[in-house]
T-cell receptor, first 113, second 111 residues
Framework: EADIYQTPRYLVIGTGKKITLECSQT?????MYWYQQDPGMELHLIHY???????EKGDLSSESTVSRIRTEHFPLTLESARPSHTSQYLC????????????FGPGTRLLVL | TQLLEQSPQFLSIQEGENLTVYCNSS?????LQWYRQEPGEGPVLLVT?????EVKKLKRLTFQFGDARKDSSLHITAAQPGDTGLYLC???????????FGKGTKLSVIP
């Protein structure tokens, strides 16, 4: 079983607030990912990292930012939350090498009022 | 852009029935993963297939990767209520570390 954790699991917050979604993995994986998923829809990649101090934007444009200061930690920050940010955010990690098998955390369900 | 089409989108069956869901693309993938996701949770990996024509079994679940590595199927024998969930396929593009996800098949198994 994969050891990847996300906090908080649920977050209800007002417009304009700054929030940070936490993601940690204990598997020593170099690669980490953030996805956004709306109900009944596919996962969209918003950020990824292939190692410490490496971050890239994904296919889906997002106003969030990420950092990768430690291998095990990949937090996502929204400087000013808006109702359009309401969604489920999923963090995943994978080890270097083929095949690309990603392990997911339980997700953070965000509601911005 | 690589796209993965999953069918059917929704499936509701009685306990004990068999079913097959499909994952199709016009693109070739280096590998393909199947996940099951329950409401409010993250996807859980079921299997990874790598070789064209490969068949893998996980208890009552049988996964097949197409010979040309463009499609895959998931067959469930004697479905049980515990099989209920969203089944997602995800393909790894050649030379890419990223996965392309399908929209999923939402399965309901009625007791």
């Amino acid at each position: 079983e994969a050891d990847i954790y996300q906090t908080p699991r649920y977050l209800v917050i007002g417009t304009g607030k700054k929030i940070t979604l936490e993601c940690s993995q204990t598997m020593g994986h170099d690669k980490m990912y953030w996805y956004q998923q709306d109900p009944g829809m596919e996962l969209h990649l918003i950020h990824y990292s292939y190692g410490v101090n490496s971050t890239e934007k994904g296919d889906l444009s997002s106003e969030s930012t990420v950092s990768r200061i430690r291998t095990e930690h990949f937090p996502l920050t929204l400087e000013s939350a808006r109702p359009s940010h309401t969604s489920q955010y999923l963090c995943a990690s994978s080890e270097t090498g083929a095949p690309e098998t990603q392990y997911f955390g339980p997700g953070t369900r965000l509601l911005v009022l | 852009t690589q796209l993965l089409e999953q069918s059917p989108q929704f499936l509701s069956i009685q306990e004990g029935e068999n079913l097959t869901v499909y994952c199709n693309s016009s693109s070739v993938f280096s590998s393909l993963q199947w996940y099951r996701q329950e409401p409010g949770e993250g996807p859980v990996l079921l299997v990874t297939v790598v070789t064209g024509g490969e068949v893998k079994k996980l208890k009552r679940l049988t996964f097949q990767f197409g010979d040309a590595r463009k499609d895959s199927s998931l067959h469930i024998t004697a479905a049980q209520p515990g099989d209920t969930g969203l089944y997602l396929c995800a393909g790894e593009g050649a030379g890419s570390y990223q996965l392309t996800f399908g929209k999923g098949t939402k399965l309901s198994v009625i007791p």
